[in-house]
C-alpha cells in the first residue's frame, strides 16, 4: 500500500466517525427543535451561535485551517437550522 492509500484509509475511517457525530448531532438538534416548539422559541438565536462558532473554534489547534474551520462551522448550523425548520 503506498502512502495516497494510506492516507485515505484514514480519512475514510474519520467520515465514518464524523458521520456518527453527525447523526448524534442532528438527533440533539431534533431534541431542541421539539422543546422550542414546546416553549415557542425562535429557531435563530444569533447571541447562541455566535458563542459557539467562538468557543468552537477556540479548539481549533492549527489556526491556518481557522477560515475552513469557520465555513465548515456555519454550515453544520445552517443544515441544523433548515433540519429544525422541517421538523416545525
Sequence with gaps: MNKIEEK???INDIDQKMVELFE???EAVKEIALYKKENK???FDEERE????????SYLK???LKEYYLEF????LKESK????KLL
Excluded at 73 to 76: C, F, Q, R, V
Excluded at 82 to 85: H, S, W
Design 41 to 43: 422559541l425562535p429557531i
Design 50 to 57: 455566535k458563542a459557539l462558532i467562538e468557543k468552537n473554534l
Design 24 to 26: 448524534k448531532r442532528m
Design 8 to 10: 485515505r484509509l484514514i
Design 73 to 76: 462551522e456555519k454550515a453544520l
Design 82 to 85: 433548515e433540519y429544525q425548520k
Design 62 to 64: 492549527n489556526q491556518e
